[in-house]
């Protein structure tokens, strides 16, 4: 089965490690979303302190997952998870 999480993963912290570890659990794929820089400003009306492309390879680097992909839009976040 294929999990299907997303965050801005701004400052990575032990919280969000864990939380990518109880979601890689659940199945056998976990991809995530990370939010881009333009859609973290729209949703928090600031910039993330890290690059959407750092933020990117931060989160491929943790061993619980699997696939990382650019989110740049909530009203396609539904879409998302019916095809994950």
């Known amino acids: 089965m294929r999990v299907i999480t997303f965050g801005t993963f701004d400052i990575l912290h032990y919280g969000h490690v864990l939380i990518l570890k109880r979601?890689?659990?659940l199945g056998d794929i976990l991809i995530v979303g990370v939010s881009s820089d333009a859609l973290n400003?729209?949703?928090k009306g600031r910039k993330p302190v890290?690059?959407?492309?750092?933020?990117i390879a931060i989160i491929q680097s943790i061993?619980?997952?699997d696939e990382v992909f650019l989110e740049?839009?909530?009203?396609?976040?539904?879409?998302l998870i019916n095809i994950s």
């Open 23 to 25: 979601a890689g659990e």
């Open 41 to 43: 400003l729209s949703k």
């Open 50 to 55: 890290y690059s959407q492309e750092e933020r």
């Open 63 to 65: 061993r619980y997952v």
């Open 72 to 79: 740049e839009s909530l009203e396609l976040k539904k879409h």
